[in-house]
């Protein structure tokens, strides 16, 4: 076995005694991640285990932005991967190790923004400290120290997989599962009911669940509107786009917080500057006595649908809808 491939699986055997694999995860994934671990530690195949690095909260300690980390695995590993596959290492990589305890996911700048290819990430001490007891020294006693405090993850994620979930239909027959509650039966609603009826050619880019905030992302159709890198901390629940018509919809499902206010309004303009299409602002309710107690906070020039009477609109738009309604 080569000194690369060694090195990867000692690091497999690290994060499967951590118990930080998703059970489903494929080997191809697995690899992934230990070679975001060993990177992260700046341990390359010469190197020993020893010398594995950490963040220590010093500006000169060990920390690589997703961009670093894929130079890293070019340059060590022998990996091809393009620079631009930076958000793939986030979303399908270190996600894991963050959730994990094992990775630091903002080290050094705790404000920065979930997307920013940037931001830096770091082992944590007490991983560093056992990465640095591999293979021969009191290693298993980390183990078992780090488990105590952080939980198995992957029996947490086992757990997880038994949850209870809302099926969602979306208009091209995909089919999307959320995690239950008041909130995702809203955003049901809106994708089952709302798009069909009011976009003559509906296509989904994007769903929020209020427990994985980036459900479902079509990054491609977002890079061709003019939304190349979403904030994921500020997106609306929903983002579709009517291909007939060239429009963006920005839907809001709201239960307990966020209808389009005006401040809500502004900031998702800012978060749109750059996009390309027209685009309509829609706060989302489950029915009417819910909607009456936001009523106050919508901002003009916004839409409001109702999933209790999903046949209508209510335009909070002035004069633009003015006019007399035709007789039946």
Known sequence: MSRKNSKIEEAIEILTELRAFDPLLTKGRRERIALALLALANVRPNSFWKNAQNWTGRADSWSLSTREIITFWNTNYGLTISPGSYDDVRRKVLIYLVQAGIVLKSAGNPDANTNNPTRKYG???????????????????????????????????????????????????????LSVGEHNEIQKLIIENFLPRFLKKPVVLYVGDTNNKLLFMDEKMLYKVGIPTPNHDKLPDIIALDLEKNWIFLIEAVHSSNPISRVRHLELEE???????????????????????????????????LGDSPEHMIHFNGDKFLGPHIKK
């Open 123 to 177: 082992i944590s001490q007490e991983v560093g400290d056992l990465l640095r007891a591999y293979p021969g020294g009191p290693w298993k006693k980390h183990i078992e120290k780090f488990i105590n405090k952080h939980g198995d993850y992957a029996a947490r994620v086992e757990r997880a997989k038994d949850l209870p979930v809302v099926p969602v239909m979306f208009p091209n027959g995909k089919q999307l599962e």
């Open 271 to 305: 978060l749109m500057k750059e996009c390309k299409l027209d685009i309509v602002y829609v706060s989302a309710f489950k029915d009417r006595n819910s909607f009456r107690n936001w009523l106050i906070e919508i901002s003009w020039e916004t839409e409001v649908w």
